[in-house]
C-alpha cells in the first residue's frame, strides 16, 4: 500500500505559475508510474499527466501539452507538476496517483486526496 499526499493549493491570476507535490508513503512509490489528473466541478476526472517509472516517458493531456511538466525525485519519493501559463480552465481539483502502468486513463492502483487549483482571470 502507497499512500499519497498532494500539496502546493492556490489561487492564482491568469498567466501565473504554480507547482504541485506528491509524496509517497514508501520507496516502492518510486517503482510506480506517476499521474495527475484533475477534476473540475461538474465534469468528470480527466488525465493531466503521466510519468513511467523509469522516467524516460512523459505524456501529457493536449490541453496542457507546453505549459505543464511532470518530474520526479526519487530520493525523496517525490512526484512534481509544474504548471505554467495557468488558464482559468485549468481550475480543478488535481489528484496524483500511482500504478504499475503508465496510462492516460484513470486506472492506477493508489489516489492522493486532492489539492485545489484555482486560477482567476
Known amino acids: 500500500q502507497v499512500q499519497l499526499v498532494e500539496s502546493g493549493a492556490g489561487l492564482v491570476q491568469a498567466g501565473d505559475s504554480l507547482r504541485l507535490s506528491c509524496a509517497g508513503s514508501?520507496?516502492?512509490?518510486?517503482?510506480?508510474?506517476k499521474g495527475w489528473f484533475r477534476q473540475a466541478p461538474g465534469k468528470e476526472r480527466e488525465f493531466v499527466a503521466a510519468l513511467n517509472w523509469g522516467g524516460t516517458t512523459k505524456l501529457y493531456a493536449d490541453s496542457v501539452k507546453g505549459r505543464f511538466t511532470i518530474s520526479r525525485d526519487n530520493a525523496k519519493n517525490m512526484v512534481y507538476l509544474q504548471m505554467n501559463s495557468l488558464k482559468p480552465e485549468d481550475t480543478a481539483v488535481y489528484y496524483c496517483a500511482a500504478g504499475p502502468s503508465t496510462r492516460t486513463t484513470d486506472e492506477y492502483d493508489f489516489w492522493g486526496q486532492g489539492t485545489q487549483v484555482t486560477v482567476s482571470s
Open positions: 514508501r520507496r516502492t512509490f518510486n517503482s510506480y508510474a
